[in-house]
């Protein structure tokens, strides 16, 4: 149990264009999902707190125009990077906490962005 | 604000020495901590954590991890380390109150000696 699941794994897009990320919990509702970034050989930095149903919380430093981030469901969040530049290559990683029960937050497999 | 220091940046043992990852924390209340290793172009995997109770904590793959709150530390151990145990090791800490907002420390590189 407690499978989260991001999609697509690994994307390549152009200059311009925006991207979106899907994050999935596939057995369990989540009312909280995270998304965090990880640059290459770096830790992974919280970007925003996504809560269904109401706007997500960005953290100090993260442009909220620039990833949005939706939160529609108890299971699917996403996040779209938008009017992508080289410089959002990164790493894209999920996390979601289940609705019930006292535990943690599971994460996603990640999804790798590259930009050219 | 809470926060996870990781002093190590990278480590090299022998294949079968003993290994201690350092991690220190700093939080207001009891922490939550996590241990989660890394793999090149993976994702995460949960090694262990602790809530509460016990202070020695046993997880996946031999790992142990051990609590001390005098110290503000959550050292990661192995008694006998294996080729397959490179990767990069994050320490974290997290809450649980209302959101499980998880904090990573900024990881420690492990390699493994032949």
């Known amino acids: 149990g407690a499978v989260v699941s991001q999609h697509p794994s690994r994307v390549i897009c152009k200059s311009g264009t925006s991207v979106k990320i899907e994050c999935r919990s596939l057995d369990f509702q989540a009312t909280t999902m995270f998304w965090y970034r990880q640059f290459p050989k770096k830790s992974l930095m919280l970007m925003a707190t996504s809560n269904e149903g109401s706007k997500a919380t960005y953290e100090q430093g993260v442009e909220k125009d620039k990833f949005l981030i939706n939160h529609a469901s108890l299971t699917l969040s996403t996040l779209t990077v938008t009017s992508a530049h080289p410089e959002d290559s990164s790493f894209y990683i999920c996390?979601?906490?289940?609705?019930?029960?006292?535990?943690?937050?599971?994460f996603g497999q990640g999804t790798r962005l590259t930009v050219v | 604000a809470q926060s996870v220091t990781q002093p190590d940046i990278h480590i090299t043992v022998s294949e079968g020495a003993s290994l201690e990852l350092r991690c220190n924390y700093s939080y207001g209340a009891t922490p939550y901590l996590f241990w989660y290793v890394q793999s090149p172009g993976q994702g995460l995997q949960l090694l262990l954590k602790?809530?509460?109770?016990?202070?020695l904590v046993q997880g996946i793959k031999g790992f142990e991890a051990e609590f001390k709150r005098s110290q503000s530390s959550f050292n990661l151990r192995k008694p006998s380390v294996h080729w397959s145990d490179a990767a990069e090791y994050f320490c974290?800490?997290?809450?649980?109150?209302?959101?499980?907002?998880?904090?990573f420390g900024s990881g420690t590189r492990l390699s493994i000696r032949p």
């Open positions: 602790y809530f509460s109770g016990d202070t």
């Open positions: 974290a800490v997290g809450e649980l109150s209302s959101a499980s907002k998880i904090i």
């Open positions: 996390s979601a906490r289940p609705r019930t029960g006292n535990t943690e937050a599971f």
